[in-house]
């Protein structure tokens, strides 16, 4: 069984990790991936090689894996996917875990996925969608804050503004639409909503929805949830503010119709359909979709799976009914990013050896050089603790923290605040 993992970040490890403990002892490539996930091998055995083809480069990753005679595709990043890596590699009979770019428009356009909702009476904020700033403000003076604002297109994490001030609206709207931070496209201006947050993902082909455990990100990059939003600071599983008849309601009536709604709109889905929700008074609502594993949520969730990752998506794409089983355990991952992020960060800050700690690291940005590992990007580093409690797998990712510090990195103290 030979498997090509697409991504570089923590993700793409986790994932990774995951598989290579496969009672099938599969043979892992992992396209680029990053110096960090060759401990993967030592920790499990199983021989995994780094591919130096760029994650974008969708020609060369079909090329090696009909060379390499590659059994199974997963793939991490949302581009590869905007990219339509699922078409090209289906089209020449590769099995990929990935929906094509037709269904993943469920992430890379708002207004895409904001109309399906509206279609298909899945419960999310009411919104309008503008192109032009003066009609986007003369929307604004008629609502008022707080209200939200969303570039409509993939932005890493970076394209939403929660303007509780209309002044902060009104310079949002300027920096989208008139300065064009992003690139030339719409805004999505939805209605202000309350509620404890969190990440649904869904295993999906077709009609066949498989939710996996809950978990809670981090967006905001500082203590407290201050500052500016980022790709996920830090998560945690289980969610205890979030009921389980909840999650269940969820998954009847968000995550099952919009698999349904995706096959009745001619483009089915195939892979990780991700729901980042919100538990209002009304119950749960959809914030955003997300086509693909959530990053860091990944890196928590993939550890509390009991059942075999590879198992699992190989009888999901044969249309074999599923049920994964999950550890009791509890586990809390903290990012250790570079001093400046989600802004212009210090680079290629040398780190202690992850290997060292009992804790799982995953390698979010790292390289290496001459054997020592530096940092190589934003986020840097992943510290999953585990307990019998989120209590105790608090403790234990702090601990790992520590032992990882640097005074070029910072962190947030307080992941899983909401649950201990
Ligand atoms: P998104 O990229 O759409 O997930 O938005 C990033 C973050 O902005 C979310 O995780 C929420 O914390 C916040 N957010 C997005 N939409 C809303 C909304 N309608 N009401 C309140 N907060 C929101
Ligand atoms: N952690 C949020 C995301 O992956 O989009």
Redesign the pocket.
Known sequence: MKILVIGRGGREHAIAWKMAQSAMKPEIFIAPGNAGMTEITRQTGTPVTLVNIDENATEMLREFALQNRIDLTVVGPEAALANDIATAFATVGLRIFAPTAAAAQIESSKEFAKNLMRKYGIPT?AYRTFDCYEDAKTYLDEKGAPI?I?YDGLAA?KG?V?ALTAEEADNALKDMLLDNRFGKGKVVM????QGP?FSLLTLVKGEQVVPLVIAQDH?RAYDGDKGP?TGGMGAYSPVPVIPQAQIDWAVEHIMKPTAKALIAEGCPFCGVLYG?LMLTKDGPKV??FNARFGDPETEVVLPKLKSDLVQLMLDILDNKEVKPEFHEDAFLGVVMAAKGYPGSYIKNIPLHNPADLQQQVFCMGVKEENGQLFSNGGRVLFVVGSGKTLKEAQQDAYQGVEKMAHPDLFYRKDIGWQAV
């Open positions: 904020a939200v969303k994490g939403v929660v939805e209605e202000f909503l947050e967006k939003n980042g914030i955003e």
